[in-house]
């Protein structure tokens, strides 16, 4: 767990945490049924528990978000 202080970036995390960040946002976006105000929730959550600056945060929901949108075109496209 990351001390009261904001994080400014996501260096001293792995591979794996950062990805389980992701996936773990990823089912909170496609379980909501208001994106963005589940981005947002998700967006504090991060903030309050985990001390992760809101630019961070907002690069873990864009990544999430685009992941989808990956998910979505190749289903259209099988």
Known sequence: MCSKREVKS???VSDDKI?????FIKVML???KERDIAA?????M???NFGLDRR???KLIALAEWE???ERFERTQS
Do not use: C, P, S
């Open 10 to 12: 996501l260096d001293h």
């Open 19 to 23: 990805e389980k960040m992701v996936r």
């Open 30 to 32: 496609q379980n909501a």
């Open 40 to 44: 947002r929730q998700l967006q504090q």
């Open 46 to 48: 991060f903030q309050e």
């Open 56 to 58: 961070v945060t907002d």
């Open 68 to 70: 989808l949108e990956q």
